[in-house]
């Protein structure tokens, strides 16, 4: 009877400590983890048409479409204007000249996303791709 006393804590710390959320535990990490996908896609230096992309893709939509509605009260709007460049970055690389062409799908709820939050915080996305890209 006293190992199982004991036996059911440990179960429940040990599986308390393996279960952490894939949008990070706070916002710290939580930009850690989103910034270090958009760099990892951006070094697979993958084509367009490239069906390895989709690996990189769910991981994003997950990050703009879920996490990023659990800290954005939190973020600073440097913070902001940061995540969602990255965001247009990601794009970018993801879709080559296509990109503005996948920012107005409208069936898509990332695009639209990324399209609402950009034309927030810079007025027009087509300024938001210019300041992000350099162009």
Do not use: H
Not at 4 to 12: A, G, H, M, Q, S
Request: proline share 2%; glycine share 8%.
């Amino acid at each position: 009877m006293i190992k199982k006393r004991f036996l059911l804590p440990v179960l429940v710390a040990l599986l308390a400590g393996c279960s952490s959320s894939p949008c990070g535990n706070d916002k710290d990490s939580f930009l850690k983890g989103y910034y270090q996908l958009v760099e990892e896609a951006a070094g697979a230096n993958l084509p367009v048409s490239d069906s390895r992309w989709e690996k990189y893709d769910e991981r994003f939509r997950a990050y703009v479409e879920e996490c990023y509605d659990l800290y954005e009260a939190e973020l600073s709007g440097r913070e902001k204007r940061r995540f969602w460049g990255r965001s247009l970055r990601y794009y970018a690389q993801r879709y080559g000249d296509g990109v503005a062409r996948e920012l107005g799908r409208k069936g898509d709820k990332a695009s639209r996303r990324i399209r609402e939050e950009t034309e927030t915080l810079w007025g027009k996305t087509e300024k938001a791709l210019e300041e992000v890209l350099g162009q």
